[in-house]
């Protein structure tokens, strides 16, 4: 056998190929806690781990944090759910929200769940790399609005995200832009 010197070795690692079912969301029934303010306006739905869902969903005070990285199972007799998915601008996360909204197209979500869009948010003070970029751009042609939200460096040093201050404009944009969404009238996909 013999043996190959990969201190030397300036090839790329292969690309891995995947099945978009690769990635699908489980699903989650709703947690009564979550309930005992009424229906909320919207729900917010990781696609991964560390996604930013719960600083965002402080951020705007809009909606609920499902907690976890799982659509909401909404049965018949509910009212209409409609989710915000969320994943970092990396190339996991977006493999992440290709997933998920392939599983919302396909409508295995079911009826009674609306997307309202993803948010893309930043994983660092760099630019994405070009398989993120690539993947979100794909992503707003099949999800009805793909957001980006910027890097945020106070947030490093904030005990909550709240502490920050005022929120940075592509935030406020987003709040602003989910408030109107919520109370729009119900579109088809």
């Not at 699908?24 to 009424?38: C, T």
């Not at 306006?41 to 600083?55: D, E, F, K, R, Y």
């Not at 005990?159 to 989910?178: F, K, Q």
């Amino acid at each position: 056998m013999t043996r190959r010197n990969t201190a030397n070795d300036t090839r790329q690692p292969p690309i891995r190929r995947h099945d978009v079912g690769d990635h699908m969301l489980p699903f989650m029934p709703i947690p009564r806690h979550h309930l005992d303010g009424g229906w909320p306006a919207l729900w917010w739905v990781g696609c991964h781990g560390g996604a930013g869902v719960t600083t965002l969903a402080q951020q705007t005070g809009i909606g609920v944090d499902l907690g976890t990285a799982a659509w909401p199972t909404v049965e018949q007799d509910m009212p209409l759910a409609s989710v915000v998915l969320v994943c970092r601008a990396t190339a996991h996360g977006t493999w992440a929200a290709t997933g998920a909204v392939e599983q919302w197209r396909r409508r295995v979500t079911g009826s009674q769940v609306r997307l309202l869009g993803v948010v893309a948010v930043a994983a660092s003070q760099k630019r994405p790399p070009r398989i993120a970029t690539e993947r979100l751009q794909l992503l707003a042609g099949w999800a009805p609005n793909v957001w980006h939200i910027g890097w945020t460096e106070a947030l490093l040093a904030a005990d909550h995200p709240t502490d920050i201050g005022a929120h940075p404009p592509d935030v406020e944009h987003l709040r602003h832009t989910l408030a109107g969404a919520v109370h729009a009238p119900l579109e088809t996909r």
